[in-house]
């Protein structure tokens, strides 16, 4: 059974680079297309960008001067660095696996709360 | 971007109803529409994808349907594990965008 666990600090001073890393256990990383969503307290669901295993990505265009997603395979994890935070990005942080470039997110992570302060 | 919007954002039923949400797109996108269920503090959960399809291990009491902008999920015989939030998700163009989420709640 796949499973996601996104972990890191659970608070960014603001201006400050915010940085997630998901570990995936139970199936390899290859072949699929590693994906970060956002969902601030009491809001809905917002995609950040994916990355292909062999590094190649696709980000928001509302978060694209900020966001940087990588892979390392060896280690069964992808990883999340948004950088310039303010108060608008604090959220649950959720990693999910998708199936194809055009796929649906079948397993997610249980979500890591980042809160960012001033 | 592709605009999904959902309705209701709220509705509130009976164990034992069958209740629909509904979610239309400001264009095309058959059959690249997937819906997700979650509950309070969990991640959501994929219900059905491109349409209509259910992964393995979702109750057959959940169905979707839909063409070209408009997408339908039906839950027949609500049961008390159903009262969650539900979320449609377009994946025909990126970004790839949700709606704004409806939340089924007992009344």
């Known amino acids: 059974q796949v499973q996601l666990q996104a972990s890191g600090p659970g608070l960014v001073k603001s201006s400050e680079t915010l940085s997630l890393t998901c570990t995936v256990s139970g199936g390899s990383i290859s072949n699929y297309y590693w994906t970060w969503i956002r969902q601030p307290p009491g809001k809905g669901l917002e995609w950040i960008g994916y990355i292909y295993h062999s590094g190649s990505t696709n980000y928001n265009p509302s978060l694209r001067s900020r966001v940087t997603i990588s892979v390392d395979t060896s280690r069964n994890q992808f990883s999340l660095k948004l950088s310039s935070v303010t108060a608008a990005d604090t959220a649950m942080y959720f990693c999910a696996r998708g199936t194809d470039y055009r796929g649906h997110l079948d397993y997610w992570g249980q979500g890591s709360l980042v809160t960012v302060s001033s | 971007d592709i605009q999904l919007t959902q309705s209701p954002s709220s509705l509130s039923a009976s164990i034992g109803d069958t209740v629909t949400i509904t979610c239309r797109a400001s264009?095309?996108?058959?059959?690249?529409l997937n819906w997700y269920q979650q509950k309070p503090g969990k991640a959501p959960k994929l219900l059905i994808y491109a349409v209509s399809s259910l992964p393995s291990g979702v109750p057959s009491r959940f169905s979707g349907s839909g063409f070209g902008t408009d997408f339908g999920l039906t839950i027949s015989s609500l049961q008390p594990e159903d009262f969650a939030s539900y979320y449609c998700?377009?994946?025909?163009?990126?970004?790839?965008?949700f709606g704004q989420g409806t939340k089924v709640e007992i009344k």
């Open positions: 998700q377009q994946i025909y163009s990126p970004p790839w965008t």
């Open positions: 264009q095309n996108i058959f059959p690249y």
